[in-house]
């Protein structure tokens, strides 16, 4: 996923590693230099929804203009959540 707008400066990568857990999904996030937030995420459908609707919303010093999402097969590579530099 690549989130975009006011996302970086702003606790979105604790934010998203929050929400993540919390859903018991493993995978990373990190800020790329582009501006935009990146996630990769493994779970369930329905915890990977979750987490793109919360997404949308974000924290409160962010405003978030738009999640792009990308589906993949299934890898089974992360065993936490964590966020990346």
């Known amino acids: 996923m690549w989130v975009s ?7 979105f990568r604790y934010f998203a590693r929050k929400i993540a857990r919390e859903l018991e ?3 990373w996030v990190k800020n ?3 501006g ?3 996630i990769v995420a493994e779970g369930e459908e329905w915890q990977l929804k979750k987490l793109v609707m919360d997404l949308q919303i974000g ?3 962010a405003t978030v203009t738009g999640v792009e999402v990308k589906e993949e ?3 089974n590579e992360f065993d936490k959540f964590e966020v990346r530099f």
Request: hydrophobic share 40%; glycine share 14%; no cysteine.
């Open 5 to 11: 707008g006011i996302v970086q400066g702003v606790a």
């Open 25 to 27: 999904l493993t995978g």
């Open 32 to 34: 790329l230099y582009n």
């Open 36 to 38: 935009k937030v990146e």
């Open 59 to 61: 924290p409160p010093a």
């Open 73 to 75: 097969e299934f890898k």
